[in-house]
């Protein structure tokens, strides 16, 4: 597989080489690998609680409606917090 960087991308890439004297391609192999794995975390994640909503097990929340209570909460510890 052949995999095309932008020419910053490829500078950093042999900068990090350089520094580590680690080759380039260990590091692309590890980046990748570290990607992948957490990509597929949250892609577990994501299908679970889709999987929990769609159950019942779970019920949604309007997130308009979380947000403008977490901005009240925040706004009242901010006026009980000495200045």
């Given at each position: 597989m052949e995999v095309n960087l932008s020419p910053e991308l490829e500078a950093k890439l042999n900068?990090?080489?350089?520094?580590t004297g680690r080759a380039a391609e260990e590091l692309v192999q590890d980046?990748?690998?570290?990607?992948?794995?957490?990509?597929?975390?949250v892609r577990e994640t994501l299908d679970r609680r889709y999987d929990e909503i769609k159950s019942g097990n779970v019920k949604p929340i309007d997130g308009d409606v979380f947000f403008e209570?977490?901005?009240?909460?925040e706004d009242?510890?901010?006026k009980r917090s000495p200045r």
């Open positions: 900068e990090m080489s350089s520094k980046a990748m690998a570290g990607y992948l794995a957490d990509l597929a975390d209570g977490l901005r009240r909460r009242e510890l901010l």
